[in-house]
């Protein structure tokens, strides 16, 4: 009989290195410790060496793990690659990928400035600049990668505008843009890398909205879903490894959507 691995040998990150962009975020700092539980050294990457220091110095250690933290800023390109050098002298190589940094735009479709826009569309060059030189490094290694695009459910539907009116501004225009291009760029840079042991997938989450978001517009949304709540940050947690880890080894070019059925309606 040909022997397969084992369940929990498929979702074991033991000996891999991840590289987490935005892990001091709401939903970040979830997905960097279930990298860190599944056994992964991690590398937290901030624009301010000591923080990333700090919060990597925060999450658990399974086994042999050492956990970093590096300064990289999004939006310079000279900073992405030292952080990427910074990584790979710090860790001795990159497996994993979490694309999570993103800075936001304050303004939605009605006062929104065209410098504004192009800001925020600027997130999806540092997620690609980033992906791609962490492609390059497998590449030189001949490990094979998985880099992971965090996505949205703006990126496949619009919102409700009642679920805003008279709470807040609406949802940026420039993120649905922003979050809609980060899925196609998966799709894109996946049928590329495939052929080199890369695969590119998107998580997208669905209502995660962050404590500091009012209990009415919560309830708002928590209407439009099927499940009539909103998503917990611990509930990324399984779906960051299993893109991680060997038990999506043959997924590529996959938005996984975590919405709690947003948009199955």
């Known amino acids: 009989m040909t022997s397969e691995p084992t369940i929990q040998q498929l979702f074991d990150l033991s000996g891999k290195v991840a590289l987490i962009t935005g892990a001091s975020g709401y939903l970040g700092q979830s997905m960097s410790r279930a990298l860190a539980e599944a056994g992964a050294s991690v590398v937290i990457s901030s624009r301010e060496q000591a923080k990333a220091q700090t919060l990597a110095a925060q999450l658990p250690v399974v086994g042999k793990a ?58 999806a060059t540092g997620c690609f600049l980033l992906a791609r030189a962490v492609y390059r490094h497998a590449c030189q ?12 459910m703006y990126g496949l539907v619009g919102s409700y505008p009642d679920a805003y009116e008279g709470i807040c501004m609406a949802s940026p225009v420039a993120y649905h843009a922003l979050k809609g291009g980060v899925v196609n760029l998966t799709r894109h840079l996946a049928v590329y890398w495939a052929k080199d042991g890369v695969r590119v997938n998107t998580l997208s989450p669905g209502p995660f909205p962050a404590t500091a978001v009012s209990s009415e517009l919560k309830a708002r949304l928590s209407s439009k879903s099927p499940m009539k709540r909103m998503g917990r940050p611990d509930e990324l947690k399984g779906a960051v490894v299993f893109l991680a880890s060997d038990a999506s080894s043959y997924v590529t070019g996959h938005n996984l959507v975590v919405d709690g059925g947003w948009t199955a309606w």
């Open 66 to 123: 050492k956990h970093h933290g590096v300064r990289l800023d999004y939006f310079d390109e000279a900073s992405i690659e030292q952080g990427v050098a910074d990584t790979i002298a710090a860790a001795g190589r990159i497996d994993i990928l979490v694309n999570n940094g993103y800075e936001r735009v304050t303004a939605d479709w009605t006062s929104v400035t065209g410098e504004q826009f192009t800001r925020q569309l600027a997130n």
């Open 141 to 152: 290694r001949g490990g094979g990668a998985s880099i992971i695009m965090i996505g949205s």
